[in-house]
């Protein structure tokens, strides 16, 4: 005898706000975004600082009942350990199913506070609201969270929407030029991947870009958010055309996990879009000149645009083995067919199987920072 | 500016096999129901010894690529700790996203098993094999999965719908007496809350249930399954009818939960549907008389229909205001209106706020052994 279980389809939305001074009217964007009866504000100890308290404060004048709760800033907190720290805490403060999780910080908190919301009694809404500039183009749109393990960077984790996306530019003001620079990354990546005209409007702006004009920056946040909204919006769970979005990722999460993690995430990522641009010409996939054209816009930008030279290329397709990617084995790379364009594989997927005999010759013949500085 | 992501709807479903000797064509049932390149088959450390080895055998004899991953047995082993070993036990195995997780085991390897795949690379696919008959008829269907925290049961999991349920009434034949009884506390609630009839047919054949007669188990667990998969199905996330299953476990978390969990699930459950019938009742909510009757044919079946003396009322209402279901301060039940129809209360949902007095001046009334044995 079989019974069946059918679960009705439940199709869902949510607004990404790109507004200077939006974190001003927090009270009134939570209200609209989620009915809950307390909130567990969760951000990291750099940004409770500079933002935490200053939203509790926002908020508990508007009447909103909110706790903050922080962890220790930086990757190395992002884990299952701190997760499980939040949860109790939030059990400690007696939330109920009522709450919702406003996660205030960079991609680390994005991704945590997250993940957290995901799994607090099976699920409580969160909004996000991305303190960097990486988090406002990328890790705080598509529902991604989790945390870091011993065997590499979020492999552990669910995906989970926010209710409502906060991303108030204003808080890039007081970014450090490193880190608002790293977040470029994934700009450069969203217009390689789906909008040629936008790789080249970054590359006219890239002096204004790297001054942090507000009209250059909010148009930056602007088109890049769309980009990762449309995409996700067609594909949530990464089943298909989604995973053109880790284009340079497969090589940059090889070189995160050889430099343990001391090489930054968009660092990696932008050496890794230069990287799997080559390895997309090395395969014939990609049209030549690629990745010399996007080198010399992320360069321009101020990001490191090779492999470092003590990074050999067995080493990183060692590590490439161990990403979420590989299936059955094989290496697998989002690759570009052109600039403003991914590349469909042969099977219609949207990765491309590599023989690792291949990404090793090409990894050999990769670029090395002379070629681009 | 504000950009909008949508996420299509999805709808799904999943068959529950209730069907003798079921594990023995397990390789079939498993490719026909996920296209998984590898199989992690996580099962206690008794389960394992019990039926995991022989599955295992099975699964590599027709071709299967199974690996066996244990943990101790026991309530006490579902913990964030547990479910983060078997997480980086799969990741040092290397399982990609293309593998699934066949959870072999009782209620507490379900729900934890079925978090690790929740999880695992934000998610992948699990079938659920449950051998006790309280996960056949309740964990095993709904996907809620989880683990216990410090501050409580199941308090951090998430919503993850297996691909297939199997479950093989002959594994039943050997559980020890008490495992078994303890499971027909959930058949008898879903009876209770859902149809009057199969609620006399259980009244009807106690004795061959206790006895284990093959065609009268098989047919309470089928019937069991019809009920909680028909209430699930309009409900996945319990938003709305789903919270009817809840019936009677208000008291039982709060009885669990004061006892350090050394009440049984199952006994907790039958002495929370007759304790909280007799809430209903005292609230004008019960038809008169349900209370007395749910405990005899509970008590004909060998559970435990009585709060054991030593529990407070008091203590019981401290331990109920932690429950999931507890919503601003208040103390919420799912009630009966009579046997096989749930209460819809008053602001039209399916949990009922009770004043604390009022519930404690139930409780002081609540039955006691002697009224039942």
Not at 15 to 37: C, I, K, S
Not at 107 to 119: E, K, P, R
Not at 200 to 219: F, L
């Amino acid at each position: 005898v079989s019974v069946s279980v059918t679960l009705p389809a439940r199709s869902a939305a949510y607004e990404v706000l790109v507004e200077r001074g939006a974190l001003g009217r927090l009270p009134a964007l939570l209200r609209g975004a989620v009915a809950a009866h307390r909130w567990a504000v969760i951000a990291d100890s750099n940004v409770a600082a500079l933002h935490g308290n200053a939203a509790i404060t926002t908020l508990r004048a508007a009447g909103v009942d909110a706790t903050l709760l922080t962890f220790p800033a930086g990757e190395s907190a992002k884990t299952r350990d701190t997760w499980g720290a939040l949860s109790d805490a939030m059990l400690g403060a007696g939330m109920g199913r009522d709450c919702a999780v406003l996660a205030l910080g960079g991609g680390v908190t994005t991704d945590l506070a997250a993940f957290v919301a995901a799994t607090y009694l099976r699920g409580v809404p969160v909004v996000l609201a991305p303190t960097s500039l990486l988090a406002m183009v990328d890790a705080a749109i598509g529902g991604k969270t989790g945390v870091d393990v011993p065997a590499g960077k979020n492999l552990v984790g669910a995906f989970h929407q926010p209710r409502l996306v906060v991303a108030d530019p204003a808080v890039l003001d007081t970014l450090p030029v490193g880190v608002f620079v790293e977040g470029l990354a994934e700009a450069v990546k969203h217009a390689a991947v789906a909008d040629g005209a936008h790789f080249e409007w970054i590359a006219a702006e890239a002096r204004t870009i790297g001054q942090r004009r507000p009209r250059t920056v909010d148009a930056l946040i602007r088109r890049s958010v769309e980009i990762k909204a449309a995409i996700v919006s067609g594909d949530p769970l990464e089943n298909g055309r989604r995973a053109v979005l880790n284009f340079g990722h497969t090589i940059a999460h090889a070189l995160e996990r050889l430099s343990g993690y001391a090489v930054p995430h968009g660092h990696a990522v932008s050496i890794g879009c230069v990287v799997e641009a080559a390895l997309g010409e090395a395969a014939g996939v990609t049209a030549a000149g690629t990745a010399a054209r996007i080198a010399g816009v992320s360069a321009a930008l101020g990001l490191p645009v090779a492999l470092p030279p003590d990074f050999t290329a067995d080493a990183l397709l060692g590590a490439a083995a161990g990403d979420k990617k590989s299936r059955a084995g094989t290496l697998r790379f989002a690759l570009l067919q052109r600039i403003g364009s991914a590349a469909r594989a042969a099977d219609g997927g949207w990765t491309h199987a590599l023989e690792p005999a291949a990404v090793a010759a090409a990894l050999h013949q990769a670029p090395h920072p002379a070629e681009y500085s």
